[in-house]
Each structure stands twice: as structure tokens, then as C-alpha cells.
T-cell receptor
Framework: GAVVSQHPSWVICKSGTSVKIECRSL??????MFWYRQFPKQSLMLMAT?????????EQGVEKDKFLINHASLTLSTLTVTSAHPEDSSFYIC????????????FGPGTRLTVT | QKEVEQDPGPLSVPEGAIVSLNCTYS??????FMWYRQYSRKGPELLMY????GNKEDGRFTAQVDKSSKYISLFIRDSQPSDSATYLC???????????FGTGTQLKVEL
């Protein structure tokens, strides 16, 4: 099956700094990728839809200037958390749909962000 | 009203029990009904899915959808400790569109 990787798997940063998380589709191309955030013992909340070659689409309540998304190629999307605060500490997960019209979505293993 | 409702649990059962996990949804446009399993601190993995109404069986797992009542179920037979995880229902319209997750039900199967 298709594989999605994320890097790093775990990151600690200081409050006020920025951190970049990468999401890669390893053996398939993804014109669209989704970014989710998951707080402990809660479900995945969609943050934004990343579109290759165009601007990301953000869900209501998600600050686009704080969570910068860049879909640089058909296999790479990045999420940059700018001016991180402790309340941004969470588990960030990306996913990519399979082939056009497919029901399948492939999830990355997640990135745990801790802001101190 | 949330688009997808799911009892968060936790649900604790003895090994070998039959487990029933359920979700309700409100969007009539949903056509695919996915069940994901998520182990602690890992990304979700697709367990099985059903298209439209009906049942689908895969080994010890059975997914059931009743579109008339907007009710989704996942049954696990002969539950094992390795089934201990969070189970998330995720209906969607298909075609690469976004998933809408339920809150997830945390299941613990005890020896």
C-alpha cells in the first residue's frame, strides 16, 4: 500500500520559535494533502487542506498566518507552526488521498510537538 | 449538532467478548463509511470500510451501515488484547474529499 511519512516524529521547541513539519508521500503523488491536529484523548480535527501549486484551504477557526502550509511538490507538504505557544503542543498528522476517486486515505505516523 | 457522534468510552471488555462500536452522523451526502484504528501515539490505519448501506465482513470484524437511520456500527468478534486501541469512524463523500472523524472510542481488551 501507499506510504506517507512525517518528519520529525517528535520535536520540542521553545515558546516563540517556529517549527516545520514535513509530510511526504513516498511511492505516489498527492496533489492534495490534509493536516490534522489531535489533542490527548480527542479525535483528529482537520486543520487545513494542502493543495499542490495553490493556496491551502483552512478550516474555520484555524489561523492561516500561524499555521503556514506549503505544498511544494507532488510528494511534499510542509506545516510550519510560527511563534509557537505551549497551547500548540499537540499531535499533528497528515494524510493523502489515494488515486483519483479512491476511497482510501493514507495517514502519516504523526509528529508530536511539545512547546516549552 | 456535530456531524459525527461517537461515544468516547473508554470501553473495557474481557478477552473473547463481542464488541460493538457505534457512530451516528447527520450528513446525508456521506457515501463511504470508514473505520480507522489508532494505537497510542500513532497515526490512524484503515481497518475497513463500507460503501452505502449494508454489511461487510473481514475476519473478526464486521462493519454495518444503516443510511436510513444514519447509524454506523463496527463489531469485533473474539476480541483480543491486541485489539486494544482507539477506533474512529469516519464517513465521507468519497473522491479524495476530507474525512470527518468521530471522537473515537477507546477500547481495552483485558486478559
Amino acid at each position: 500500500g501507499a506510504v506517507v511519512s512525517q518528519h520529525p516524529s517528535w520535536v520540542i521547541c521553545k515558546s516563540g520559535t517556529s517549527v516545520k513539519i514535513e509530510c511526504r508521500s513516498l511511492d505516489f503523488q498527492a496533489t492534495t494533502m490534509f493536516w490534522y491536529r489531535q489533542f490527548p484523548k480527542q479525535s483528529l480535527m482537520l486543520m487545513a487542506t494542502s493543495n499542490e501549486g495553490s493556496k491551502a484551504t483552512y478550516e474555520q477557526g484555524v489561523e492561516k498566518d500561524k499555521f503556514l502550509i506549503n505544498h511544494a511538490s507532488l510528494t511534499l507538504s510542509t506545516l510550519t507552526v510560527t511563534s509557537a505557544h505551549p497551547e500548540d503542543s499537540s499531535f499533528y498528522i497528515c494524510s493523502a488521498p489515494g488515486t483519483s476517486g479512491s476511497y482510501e486515505q493514507y495517514f502519516g505516523p504523526g509528529t508530536r510537538l511539545t512547546v516549552t | 449538532q456535530k456531524e459525527v457522534e461517537q461515544d468516547p468510552g473508554p470501553l473495557s471488555v474481557p478477552e473473547g467478548a463481542i464488541v460493538s462500536l457505534n457512530c451516528t452522523y447527520s450528513n446525508s451526502a456521506f457515501q463511504y463509511f470508514m473505520w480507522y484504528r489508532q494505537y497510542s501515539r500513532k497515526g490512524p490505519e484503515l481497518l475497513m470500510y463500507t460503501y452505502s448501506s449494508g454489511n461487510k465482513e473481514d475476519g473478526r470484524f464486521t462493519a454495518q451501515v444503516d443510511k436510513s437511520s444514519k447509524y454506523i456500527s463496527l463489531f469485533i468478534r473474539d476480541s483480543q488484547p491486541s485489539d486494544s486501541a482507539t477506533y474512529l469512524c469516519a464517513p465521507f463523500t468519497g473522491g479524495g474529499n476530507k474525512l470527518t472523524f468521530g471522537t473515537g472510542t477507546q477500547l481495552k481488551v483485558e486478559l
